[in-house]
């Protein structure tokens, strides 16, 4: 059993605090002192325009009416790699919104998917106890309904990022629809392709008890198989020695497919395996797609191995959750989802999209992620 003291969860986030004026031109008790300002936006061909108008819209309401304080928590999964630019974006959006809390990226404790999710949920009920109003968490996976809800039943409002518990009560969901984000890879690859027949490799996941990771790969082979491509689905390992096999077992199917491997495509941060498996069979001139920006990833693209990756907007996953629960708090729930409308695929959740980096525009899309203080 995990135990924790009254924030022994070390708290790696930023808190930010507002206190009452006491000048008798002071607000009026629960409003704030001044309107909501965000940062500018800075322009690039990377820029998700209609994201950043949405936020303006929903800023432009909840400014109609008196703005008040707020405590909120976001719950991350880590505050490193992927989710440094996570970090960083909630610590911005809840500096803008001028509110009280904390973005907590927990050194959480090294041990099972079933450690760290009892550990999660003991970081959610505590910043439920210390009164928080809204609740923004990066779950592990679908086990969590009952921690969510319970927080839920107290009057706090919940938002997920990243990954969904949809049977639970929570407001809304951010983040990449992973089935739509699988077919988008796919299309990329699809297009470098010679007509079917032929045998892609997708380095995926099948495990039902990652549904993400099953969602993005399914989307994927559906464009595929579709396309007259027989499909490989090789299941990602993040254990140790996982690489190995992973490179060992794509590395074996390229040798011996029948029909042969016309293309190949990652869907996790450690596509570059895909090339590491065509290099070891000297193979230079198998298409290859990966997603995300890891260094690795990189690396490879500068040398031509690997041609486009797909990158999630985990900036914007950050960034939008405190202003979706600033705006739950002050506008409603109805109010805020009417804003959202343009990023929203059903009345729950809010797509942040990919963006789609070829080989060519590396150092642009460098640029655009230091323009947003994005680069990991």
């Not at 009892?118 to 106890?129: D, G, H, I, S, T």
Request: aromatic content about 6%; some cysteine; charged content about 25%.
């Amino acid at each position: 059993m995990l135990t924790i003291g009254r924030w022994g969860i070390t708290a790696l986030g930023l808190t930010l605090m507002t206190a009452a004026c006491g000048s008798s031109d002071a607000p009026g008790e629960g409003e704030r002192s001044a309107p909501i300002q965000r940062a500018p936006t800075l322009a690039s061909e990377f820029t998700p325009v209609e994201i950043e108008e949405t936020v303006d819209n929903l800023v432009a309401e909840i400014n109609k009416n008196a703005t008040r304080p707020m405590q909120m928590a976001v719950l991350l999964k880590e505050a490193s790699g992927f989710w440094s630019t996570v970090f960083r974006a909630a610590n911005r959006a809840m500096g803008e919104l001028d509110v009280t809390g904390s973005v907590l990226g927990p050194i959480a404790p090294k041990g099972d998917d079933e450690e760290k999710v009892e550990f999660q949920n003991l970081q959610l009920e505590q910043v439920v106890a210390d009164g928080a109003e809204g609740i923004g968490i990066a779950p592990f996976g679908n086990d969590q309904t009952t921690a969510v809800d319970e927080a839920v039943a107290k009057g706090v409002d919940v938002v997920t990022l990243d990954t969904d518990v949809p049977a639970t009560k929570r407001s809304l969901h951010v983040g990449t629809l992973d089935r739509a984000a699988g077919a988008t890879a796919a299309k990329t690859l699809l297009a470098m392709l010679p007509p079917g027949p032929g045998t892609v490799v997708i380095h995926g996941y099948e495990d039902t008890g990652w549904v993400n990771g099953v969602e993005r790969t399914q989307g994927a082979a559906d464009v595929f198989e579709a396309a007259g491509h027989e499909v490989l689905v090789r299941e990602a390992s993040w254990e140790e020695g996982g690489e190995t096999e992973d490179v060992d077992w794509m590395k074996t199917q390229i040798e011996t497919a029948d029909p042969p491997v016309v293309g190949m495509l990652g869907l996790f941060n450690i596509s570059y395996r895909c090339a590491m498996a065509a290099e070891a069979t000297g193979e230079h001139d198998i298409p290859i797609v990966a997603f995300d920006f890891d260094p690795k990833t990189v690396d490879y693209m500068r040398e031509g191995r690997i041609k486009a990756t797909h990158i999630q907007r985990q900036y914007y996953q950050g960034y939008l959750v405190p202003y979706i629960l600033y705006g739950i708090k002050s506008i409603g729930l109805d109010a805020t989802r009417e804003i959202l409308a343009p990023q929203m695929v059903d009345d729950s959740r809010v797509n942040t999209g990919l963006d789609v980096v070829r080989a060519d525009k590396i150092d642009a899309y460098n640029d655009f992620l230091d323009l947003i203080g994005s680069n990991q």
